[in-house]
C-alpha cells in the first residue's frame, strides 16, 4: 500500500481521496506547483511514484551524486532506470537516462548545479507567442525561487525556497582553467553567470547549502508548514480520468486495483519529460494513430511526445596534480567517513566547480557551447552499460564540451499500454550535423585552453580521448563519446500553434481542468542545465493558477 503522510506535523490521514488540485510528479516542477499551492492554502494531493527523501542520506549529501551514479546498486534505488532505444547516429548506442524516483524528483539525484539558462532563451519563447515567458518575467518568478547565498539584486532573490551558494571550495586546477580560458577564448571571468550576462566562464553556483541538498522537496515541502497538502509517496499514477472533455481525476495502482483520486478544480501533470508524456498518452490525449496501435481509445489529438531534445556532452580528462581528488571507490568511503565525523569533506558540495559559455564558430546571438569542469577523472569513453565503471585514479581535472542548442529533434511514444512499462525514448541525438561540429569544436577549444600558458605547466596528459585521437579521428570518434547531460525537454510542447502541447497557460490545449508544468513544455531547450528552469516552471504554473483564482 502507498505510504502516506503530510507534509506538515500533521497526524497521518486515512483514505485522502479528493482534493482542490491533484499533481502528479513530486519533481522539480511538482513540488513547485504543489508547495506554492498548498501555501496559499488551497487543498492539494501529491502524488509520488518513489520514496520519501527526507532521511535518505545518498540524495540528501550533496557529494554522494559521485556514488550514488557510478554504483548501479545504489541508483537503482531512486532511479527510474531508464534507456534510449538504439540512437541511430550513435552507433546504436541505447544511452541510459536516469530520471529521479523520490520525492524530489530528479531535483534530488542531480547535479545540484543552478544555471538560469540565456535570457535570450525566454525572450525567444516569447517571440513565438508565449506571452508571459520573456526574460524579465522568468526573472521575477527565478527570484521568488531562490534564495541566493550572494544577496539580492535586480536578478538574485532571497528568502526564496532553493537556497543557491557558489562552490565554496574550488580546487586550485579549476581555478587556473578559469584563468586560462578566459585567456585563451578572450572571455570574461564572471562573478555571476545567472545575471545580466551569461558569456564567459565562472564558479558553479549549486543548489545546496551547509552540506544540504536543497531539492525542490526540500524547499517547498521539508522546510514549510502546509496543512492543506497531503504526500503520497509510492504511487504510480496510471491515467488521468476525463469526462465530458474534462480532467476529474486521477487513478492509480494499488494491491487490490486501480484506486481513483479526484481534483475538484484542476490535475497537473508534473511527471517529468518522459512520465508527462507517457501519462497523456495513456489517457487517451496524444497521436490517434500511435495510441491505436496500443488499444488506447482517442479522446484528444494532440502532438504529445514530438519535440523531444536534449543537451549532449564529450568528456575530456586531464592528468593534473593540483585537482586533487581521485575518482576512486577508496576515496570516496574516506570522504564519508570524514563527513560523518568531522563535517566539511568533499560531500558538503557539487562534484563541479566551473562553468564557461562560449561560443563556437556556429554561434549566431549567444554563446553555443557549455564547458562543465570538475577535479575528477571521468569514465570513458561511454558510460552506456549499467556496471561499475573504471576510472583513472589519477588526479585529473575533466572538462566537458557540452552542447546547449541541439539541432536534433526525437520523439517519446508508448512501448505498450502497461502503465508502468518504461517508454520508447528516441533522442534521435546527433542526426543534425551541426550537433557534432559544435562537440567537435569544443574538444579542440578544451585542448587549446589545457595548452595554455595559464596553467603554468599544471597539465601533466591528456587522459581522455588521449592524443592519438586527434581532431580528425575524432570525427568518428564523437558518435561513440558523446553521451546525454540528463536534461531532456520539449514532450508537452508549450505554445500557440499546432506543434503545442500546452498554452502559454500550461493549460492542455482542448482539455479542461488539466494542466502540464515540469520540464516537458519547453518549446526549445535553454541555454544550461535544466533544474532552476523547471522549477521556475512550476512556480509559474502555480502563479497562474492562484491568479485565476483570485
Ligand atoms: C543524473 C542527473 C543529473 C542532473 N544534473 C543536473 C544539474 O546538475 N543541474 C540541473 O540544472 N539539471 C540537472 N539535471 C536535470 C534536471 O534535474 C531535470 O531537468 C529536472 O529535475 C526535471 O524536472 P521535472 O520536474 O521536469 O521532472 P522530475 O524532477 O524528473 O520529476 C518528475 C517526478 O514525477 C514522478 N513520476 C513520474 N511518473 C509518475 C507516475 N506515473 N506516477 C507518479 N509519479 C510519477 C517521478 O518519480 C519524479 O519524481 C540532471 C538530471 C539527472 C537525471
Known amino acids: 500500500m502507498p505510504t502516506q503522510h503530510s507534509s506538515s506535523r500533521a497526524p497521518l490521514r486515512q483514505k485522502i481521496t479528493e482534493a482542490e488540485y491533484v499533481v502528479v510528479g513530486a519533481g522539480s516542477a511538482g513540488c513547485a506547483v504543489a508547495g506554492r499551492l498548498a501555501a496559499a492554502g488551497k487543498s492539494v494531493i501529491l502524488l509520488e511514484a518513489g520514496k520519501n527523501d527526507r532521511r535518505n542520506y545518498l540524495v540528501t549529501k550533496p557529494g554522494m551524486i559521485g556514488p550514488l551514479h557510478a554504483e548501479p546498486r545504489l541508483k537503482k534505488l531512486v532511479d527510474w532506470g531508464y534507456h534510449t ?39 525567444a519563447w516569447a517571440a513565438e507567442g508565449n506571452t508571459g515567458w520573456d526574460a524579465d518575467s522568468v526573472n521575477e518568478a527565478y527570484r521568488r525561487v531562490e534564495d541566493y547565498e550572494g544577496g539580492g539584486s535586480d536578478y538574485r532573490g532571497t528568502g526564496g525556497p532553493i537556497k543557491v551558494m557558489k562552490h565554496p571550495r574550488p580546487t586550485e586546477a579549476s581555478l587556473s582553467f578559469q584563468r586560462a580560458a ?40 521539508h522546510d514549510q508548514e502546509l496543512p492543506s497538502l497531503t504526500t503520497l509517496t509510492q504511487v504510480h499514477v496510471s491515467r488521468i480520468v476525463i469526462e465530458n472533455g474534462r480532467a476529474e481525476s486521477v487513478e492509480i495502482l494499488t494491491r487490490q486495483g486501480p484506486q481513483t483520486i479526484s481534483a475538484t478544480q484542476e490535475v497537473i501533470v508534473s511527471a517529468g519529460v518522459f512520465g508527462s508524456a507517457q501519462l497523456l498518452m495513456l489517457s487517451g490525449i496524444g497521436h490517434s494513430a500511435h495510441l491505436a496501435e496500443h488499444g488506447i481509445t ?39 567517513l570524514r563527513e560523518q565525523t568531522v563535517g566539511r569533506s568533499i560531500l558538503g558540495h557539487t562534484v563541479f566547480e566551473t562553468v564557461g559559455f562560449v561560443r563556437t564558430s556556429l554561434a549566431t546571438d549567444v554563446p553555443d557551447l557549455q564547458l ?10 561511454n558510460q552506456d552499460a549499467p556496471i561499475r565503471h573504471e576510472v583513472d585514479p589519477r588526479a585529473a581535472l575533466t572538462v566537458m564540451s557540452s552542447l546547449i542548442y541541439p539541432r536534433s529533434r526525437g520523439t517519446l511514444r508508448l512501448r505498450s499500454a502497461d502503465p508502468t512499462a518504461e517508454p520508447l525514448i528516441d ?28 596553467f603554468d605547466n599544471e597539465v601533466k596528459s591528456e587522459i581522455h580521448p588521449g592524443k592519438a585521437i586527434d581532431a580528425e579521428a575524432m570525427k568518428d570518434e564523437v558518435t561513440n563519446r558523446a553521451t546525454s547531460i540528463y536534461h531532456g525537454v520539449g514532450s508537452c510542447r508549450m505554445g500557440v500553434d499546432e506543434r503545442a502541447v500546452v498554452d502559454p497557460q500550461l493549460r492542455v490545449r482542448g482539455i479542461d481542468g488539466l494542466r502540464v508544468a515540469d520540464a516537458s513544455i519547453m518549446p526549445s531547450i535553454i541555454g544550461g542545465n535544466t533544474n532552476a528552469p523547471a522549477v521556475m516552471i512550476g512556480d509559474r504554473c502555480a502563479t497562474f493558477i492562484l491568479d485565476e483564482n483570485l
Open 427 to 454: 533522442f534521435n541525438y546527433l542526426a543534425e550535423p551541426d550537433d557534432r561540429r559544435v562537440l567537435l569544436e569544443g574538444v579542440e577549444m578544451i585542448r587549446e585552453i589545457m595548452a595554455a600558458p595559464a
Open 182 to 221: 578566459a585567456e585563451t577564448l578572450d572571455v570574461k571571468v564572471l562573478d555571476d553567470y545567472n545575471g545580466a550576462e551569461q558569456e564567459g566562464v565562472s564558479t558553479f553556483q549549486q543548489s545546496a547549502i551547509d552540506g544540504l541538498r536543497y531539492s525542490a522537496s526540500r524547499g517547498y515541502l
Open 85 to 123: 532505444v538504439p540512437q541511430q547516429h550513435a552507433r546504436n548506442r541505447e544511452l541510459p537516462q536516469p530520471r529521479g524516483k523520490v520525492l524530489g524528483g530528479s531535483s534530488s539525484i542531480n547535479g545540484l548545479l543552478w544555471v538560469r539558462g540565456n535570457r535570450a532563451n525566454y525572450d
Open 372 to 381: 562543465h569542469v570538475l577535479p575528477w577523472a571521468y569514465p570513458s569513453p
Open 298 to 336: 482517442a479522446i484528444h489529438e494532440l502532438p504529445v511526445g514530438d519535440n523531444l531534445h536534449d543537451h549532449m556532452f564529450v568528456p575530456t580528462t586531464w592528468e593534473m596534480p593540483s585537482a586533487l581528488h581521485h575518482g576512486t571507490a577508496g576515496y570516496f568511503g574516506k570522504a564519508v
